[in-house]
């Protein structure tokens, strides 16, 4: 009688051991645990899947259509990459909100291109040119001692029709057109100080737009312009 009582006192603790083991494996915790899915898993090591599959090696499908719904949320401590890649190949479908910290409307987009010129000049009332855009015109100054000025001259060739539009200080909108080249369009006159300008140069299917910063001092200017040109 005692031997069956010892006996069964053993199996009984073989059984609760194994079923704890099999609790803890299926408690998706811990080095080695099984992957559970619609749990919470924690492991403090990486885990790797690794084969050689004609096709996607890992896929994740939600098709839910509510608020928020997402394919996969990736979250890293504070100025950690969500992300590490080893190939430089396109990503199809791969919309970036942001590139190297900069939202899209910082970039050119299209075909278009970036011009940009500065110039440091003395005392005098000849013009200089401060920024040429090929195919539409110049942005002349001229540094004075009663201040700076900024023309936009139309430079086309052959003769092209220029629509200008310029933002005044005070935040009003002016519109000058430019009929054919050789005409220009006052931008800014006898300004002291710094000053920062911008303004929109378009014909058929192009646009230029432009801003212009003036610097005046008793000795002399400093003018910076950049276009982005469509």
Same mark, same amino acid.
Request: glycine share 12%; charged share 15%; hydrophobic share 45%.
């Given at each position: 009688? !005692? ?38 898993? &924690? ?10 599959? /004609? ?25 950690? *990459? *969500?992300?590490?890649?080893?190939? !430089? &190949? !396109?990503?199809?479908?791969? #919309?970036? +909100?942001?590139?190297?910290?900069? +939202? ?21 009332? /000849? $013009? ?25 001259? #139309? ?30 369009? *006052? ?11 911008? /303004?929109?140069?378009?014909? $058929?299917?192009?646009?230029? &737009? ?7 001092? $008793?000795?002399?200017?400093?003018? +910076? ?6």
């Amino acid at each position: 009688m !005692k031997a069956k009582l010892a006996q069964g006192v053993v199996i009984g603790a073989v059984a609760a051991a194994m079923t704890f083991g099999a609790s803890s494996a299926f408690a998706g915790t811990g080095i080695g645990a099984v992957l559970n899915l619609g749990r919470a898993n &924690a492991v403090n090591a990486s885990t790797v899947l690794q084969g050689s599959t /004609a096709g996607q090696q890992l896929r994740v499908a939600n098709n839910s259509t509510a608020t928020g719904a997402t394919g996969i949320g990736i979250h890293t401590g504070l100025g950690k *990459p *969500p992300l590490v890649v080893d190939s !430089k &190949a !396109k990503v199809s479908n791969l #919309n970036a +909100d942001f590139l190297d910290g900069r +939202d899209s409307s910082a970039f050119v987009a299209g075909g278009g291109t970036i011009v940009s010129a500065r110039r440091d000049v003395g005392i005098s009332a /000849a $013009p200089i040119v401060a920024l040429a855009v090929q195919g539409f015109g110049n942005l002349e100054a001229t540094c004075e001692l009663t201040g700076f000025g900024l023309v936009w001259r #139309n430079a086309t060739n052959p003769s092209t029709a220029l629509d200008v539009w310029v933002v005044e200080e005070t935040g009003v909108t002016r519109f000058v057109r430019q009929a054919t080249n050789t005409v220009s369009t *006052p931008i800014a006159g006898d300004e002291k100080g710094d000053r920062l300008f911008t /303004a929109q140069v378009s014909r $058929p299917g192009h646009t230029v &737009a432009f801003t212009a910063a003036g610097h005046w001092s $008793p000795t002399g200017c400093i003018f +910076d312009a950049q276009a982005i040109v469509q």
